[in-house]
């Protein structure tokens, strides 16, 4: 069985402070990827990033960075200097490589940038 | 047009109505999904279809009736829907089932209102 884990339900930070999403997954395989998603208030769901198993190395991508820890299943987020833009409801997700299985996703992380 | 549209963007509907809501990808996928997201829940995966077969229902009530003519249209048809149905309705598509080829491309929802 497969499972994620948000366990920060929602999250509030003064704009330019630093943030981490956490993200804890099950699985039994020992091939899979790991996608983050953004949704903003218009509602619509947003690929931030993949990372497949074998790729253990970090990722930078402008103020976001991802965190993957096999030793520890977790597949953690941080925004650096936070933006009001970012404000949104953050997802989590998994996916095994055999079977037609679709994505899990995590409950999400609602993640609040005050100015 | 290109990504994964829906329409209509918003729904009002009582409980005796029938109405539908359509999803279309142009992205060339073969699998599509709906999802349900109530205002401050998780994402919930109602139907996944794959090469125009259903492959999961999870547990969904009747009066959500899905159907996929197609690999690029997918269509939930409403009908005596009950006011815990008012929610986000996503659509999703991706390349297959499975590993990599998970990776979802969404929608920008239609917010549905039953009254």
């Known amino acids: 069985a497969q499972k994620v884990t948000q366990a920060q339900t929602e999250i509030s930070v003064v704009e330019k402070e630093d943030v981490t999403l956490d993200c804890v997954y099950e699985?039994?395989?020992?091939?899979?990827?790991l996608f983050w998603y953004k949704q903003p208030p218009s509602g619509e769901l947003v690929f931030l990033i993949r990372?497949?198993?074998?790729?253990?190395q970090n990722e930078i991508s402008g103020r976001y960075s991802w965190n993957f820890q096999k030793s520890t299943s977790s597949f953690n987020f941080t925004i650096t200097a936070s933006q009001v833009v970012d404000s949104a409801v953050y997802f989590c997700?998994?996916?095994?490589?055999?079977?037609?299985?679709?994505?899990?996703f995590g409950k999400g992380t609602r993640l609040s940038v005050i100015a | 047009e290109t990504g994964v549209t829906q329409t209509p963007r918003h729904l009002v509907m009582g409980m005796t109505n029938k109405k539908s809501l359509k999803c279309e990808q142009h992205?060339?996928?073969?699998?599509m999904y709906w999802y349900k997201q109530s205002a401050k829940k998780p994402l919930e995966l109602m139907f996944v279809?794959?090469?125009?077969?259903?492959?999961e229902n999870n547990s969904v009530p009747s009066r959500f009736s899905p159907e996929c003519p197609n690999s690029s249209h997918l269509f939930l048809h409403l009908h005596t829907l009950q006011p815990e149905d008012s929610a986000l309705y996503l659509c999703?598509?991706?390349?297959?089932?499975?590993?990599?080829?998970?990776?979802?491309?969404f929608g920008p929802g239609t917010r549905l209102t039953v009254l």
């Open positions: 279809y794959s090469l125009e077969e259903r492959v």
């Open positions: 699985t039994r395989d020992t091939t899979y990827y």
């Open positions: 997700a998994l996916s095994a490589l055999r079977g037609n299985t679709p994505l899990v």
């Open positions: 999703a598509s991706s390349q297959d089932l499975g590993g990599s080829y998970n990776e979802q491309f």
């Open positions: 992205l060339g996928h073969n699998a």
């Open positions: 990372r497949n198993s074998f790729d253990e």
